[in-house]
């Protein structure tokens, strides 16, 4: 009888040096959606062994970002699980007793060279054109060598011992069959001269002792993949499936940086992207739903996932192109679930401000809005006057003369009208154009810089019901005064 296939298990491991970065967002989407689909197991590592930059705050901030992504975790270091503790820092003792087994076995060394000596001979070896890597030195010394240097106290580190011969291979799941020359392998270092270990033997030995089944992860480690092959075979474990995601890049192939890119999760939520969008446009670095289709939830994604589906060339990381998405969803909204999305982070300083003015204003820049951070900048003049320049009021081919006449024959008309609403407001205007022989949109460029300080606004006449006819007669009396001295 065959065996049952494992549960799906799979993690997102980052680690806390700086702010969240959108790239373990990427993968950890990935990471869900497949555990979400087949009923498997989502969790979340924090690989904190680098004691100078890791920092409490920026796992915080990581696991901040992922619960305001919607990526919830079943096994973490914040709600615990069978395979803990989940943060790297607390398993330096399995560490040393796994390297301590690799040195029994002879799959591994102790490395005694200094840095300054490692220095010097990868120098050398550079100038007469020879490989920069490890020249392997300790690894010629007899039992008794190293015994003695390590009874003296002398600082080493641990090292592969690497075949010589032969190749080392994996199957990518998404890319097919990889092969190194053993050879072009380093004897990597698997535990540093403070007892702490290096990446590759932490996420090999974690990963097994968590039973990860799948490993997702970006390109960039493709040329990891065999040293860690080479690590499950020393301790005698059957590798995970690997899966190695396209690098996201910007429009000139390069991969995106956090000195020239916003690449921090906290910068996406600042300046108001939905995660719902933020999400969508992150499956589509390196998905389709089929269809030629775009715009799609989680959920529906969580249902047709599938790897073959994976696209292994370089996606385009196009903020331009985010901030579509992003619009798409803000309009998919109704008015009342936006406002309640721009008061709760909040988005606004109008907090104080009446409910049913605020949305009136929101169904006014819905149409118009690209990310919540900017509700201020687009509705600022419904609750002030902006200082604007007069010559804004003289629509292109008209002059002062033209302003002042038709500011006289708005307010005019504007004075007698009693329902102050939309639908009246373009009648009577429209009314006044027909009259005069004016062209509307002459007209209405006036009315509308007067009235909301700018040439480009929301629609006029929903804009005026909206701040009312008091305000509105105001601030068209104003403009009649600051166009008295146009030409």
């Known amino acids: 009888m065959a065996a049952a296939p494992r549960r799906v298990r799979v993690r997102v491991a980052p680690s806390p ?27 979340l590592r924090i690989e904190d062994t680098d004691r100078e930059r890791s920092t409490r705050q920026s796992e915080s901030d990581i696991i901040a970002a992922f619960r305001w992504l919607g990526l919830a975790w079943d096994e973490g270091p914040d709600v615990g699980g069978p395979f803990g503790p989940y943060r790297q820092s607390e398993r330096s003792h399995i560490y040393r007793q796994h390297a301590e087994a690799l040195l029994q076995s ?41 015994r003695q240097r390590l009874e003296a106290g002398a600082p080493h580190v641990v090292r592969l011992r690497v075949p010589l011969e032969g190749e080392t291979a994996f199957d990518d799941l998404v890319r097919g069959a990889v092969s190194v020359h053993n050879a072009q392998i380093d004897d990597q270092v698997l535990l540093k001269s403070d007892g702490y270990p290096t990446y590759h033997l932490a996420n090999v030995v974690d ?80 998905w389709s739903l089929g269809e030629e289709r775009e715009v799609f939830s989680l959920e529906e994604m969580i249902e047709s996932f599938s790897w073959e589906r994976v696209k292994t060339g370089g996606p385009v990381f196009d903020l331009q192109k985010l901030d579509w998405l992003n619009g798409e969803y803000i309009r998919a909204m109704s008015a009342e679930e936006l406002l309640e999305r721009i008061i709760a982070e909040p988005y606004t300083r109008r907090l104080d401000e009446p409910a049913d003015g605020m949305l009136a204003i929101t169904a006014l820049v819905q149409e118009r809005m690209k990310r919540l951070a900017e509700f201020d900048e687009l509705t600022g003049f419904f609750f002030e006057r902006k200082p604007y320049d007069p010559a804004d009021l003289v629509p292109s081919k008209q002059d002062g003369d033209f ?34 022989g004016w062209k509307r949109g002459a007209l209405y460029m006036v009315l509308r810089v007067a009235v909301t300080c700018r040439r480009v606004s929301t629609p006029l006449f929903e804009t005026m019901e909206v701040l009312g006819k008091d305000e509105c007669m105001a601030r068209l009396a104003a403009a009649d005064a600051a166009a008295a001295d146009l030409p």
């Not at 040096?17 to 969790?43: I, K, S």
């Not at 490692?118 to 039992?143: I, P, T």
């Not at 708005?410 to 205007?429: H, I, K, P, T, Y």
């Open 17 to 43: 040096t700086g702010p969240p970065h959108v790239g373990t967002a990427y993968v950890g989407l990935f990471d869900y959606v497949f555990a979400r689909q087949t009923g498997g197991d989502f969790v």
């Open 106 to 146: 002879g799959a591994a060394y102790r490395c005694f060279c200094t840095p300054q000596e490692l220095a010097a001979r990868r120098q050398a070896r550079r100038s007469q054109g020879g490989q920069a890597g490890y020249d392997r030195l300790c690894r010629g010394l007899s039992e008794q060598e190293a």
């Open 207 to 286: 990963d097994h002792l968590m039973e990860i089944t799948h490993v997702v992860r970006a390109e960039e480690w493709i040329s990891s993949t065999p040293k860690h092959i080479l690590l499950y075979k020393a301790f005698g474990w059957a590798p995970p499936v690997f899966i190695h995601m396209p690098l996201l890049r910007n429009k000139d192939r390069s991969k995106i940086s956090k000195r020239r890119d916003p690449t921090s999760l906290l910068w996406y939520r600042e300046q108001g992207y939905l995660p719902e969008a933020l999400l969508n446009f992150l499956a589509l670095m390196g």
């Open 403 to 436: 302003v002042r006449q038709a500011l006289a024959a708005g307010r005019g008309v504007l004075e007698g009208l009693d329902a102050w609403s939309a639908e009246a407001l373009d009648a009577v205007v429209r009314g006044l154009a027909e009259t005069r």
